[in-house]
Nanobody
């Protein structure tokens, strides 16, 4: 049974960087798609970036392309999100999440397919 624990959130200035980590336990990452979702006050939860644990295929929301990079270390059962050039509008609670659809690219980073969630970590971008 997969469990997800996030770390690395905090306060950062606009233009700064932050690296989030998601430690997974219980099963191999090869049978999952994993990634990051975020929810800001007054807004719906949205997909940020996801990665296929078996093949390494990635997805980025348009506003994150060129700024965020998702990666994985299957030996450590860990997924990372490197966030650069952070903006105040990136402020949100960031959640690690997973589904079990390693075999497809369809609905990549869609909330509707998620069946595992971490507790979330707060990211605040402010001067």
């Amino acid at each position: 049974q997969l469990q997800l624990v996030e770390s690395g959130g905090g306060l950062v200035q606009p233009g700064g960087s932050l690296r989030l980590s998601c430690a997974a336990s219980g099963v191999t990452l090869d049978n999952y798609r994993l990634g990051w979702f975020r929810q800001a006050p007054g807004k719906e939860r949205e997909g940020v970036s996801c990665i296929n644990g078996r093949y390494g295929r990635t997805y980025y929301a348009d506003s994150m392309k060129g700024r965020f990079t998702i990666s994985r270390d299957n030996a450590k059962n860990t997924v990372y999100l490197q966030m650069n050039s952070l903006k105040p509008e990136d402020t949100a609670v960031y959640y690690c999440a997973a589904d079990q659809r390693w075999w497809t690219n369809l609905n990549m980073c869609a909330i509707s397919t998620v069946n595992y969630w971490g507790q979330g970590t707060q990211v605040t971008v402010s001067s």
